[in-house]
């Protein structure tokens, strides 16, 4: 019985799961996203987000304890200095898992585990709804409605004009 055993084991020993973890950590925080099996990313964003949350607060310490977890330099310095700045306002919810489907190989889930502050496809959409939004709302739908008939009624006088030309 598994009474209270929350941690995804991922068929791996713990220091093989560490050493995965740590290394998916430093490729996630380096290239902003990673592609890897379903179970894999869920286990990663309970690894990765409790980093990112020490990563606001950039002390000598917090640096310690994050470097005994990723063991790498470069992705150390980029946590504390560019996605720190990013996350600063975000009081959780770092990461965004969006499933691919399965894999060809072995038909393994697939998933795409991004952070969530470095992708402008999702912010950019949001806002252009949002104006769209607002611009229905104030009767401007009818204005529309009625110009685009008027640019109708001009094409089929014109498509007229030209089949009695012809």
Known sequence: ??????????????????????????????????????????????????????????????????FSYLQDKEAVTELFSTI??????????????????????DNAETALIELVDFNDIYGKGKGEAKEAAKKTRRGGSRKKATDATETKVEGTTEAAKETEAK
Request: charged fraction near 25%.
């Open 1 to 66: 019985m598994r009474h209270g055993d929350k941690i995804k084991n991922l068929s791996r020993t713990a220091s093989h799961r560490r050493a995965l973890l740590s290394n998916l950590t430093c490729q996630l925080i380096t290239h902003k996203r990673v592609v890897t099996t379903l179970a894999k990313a869920k286990a990663l964003r309970v690894y990765a987000e409790p980093l990112i949350t020490k990563a606001k607060e950039n002390s000598t310490h917090q640096r310690r304890v994050v």
């Open 84 to 105: 720190a700045e990013k996350v600063a306002g975000r009081p959780g919810g770092y990461t965004r898992i969006i499933k691919l489907g399965a894999r060809v190989g």
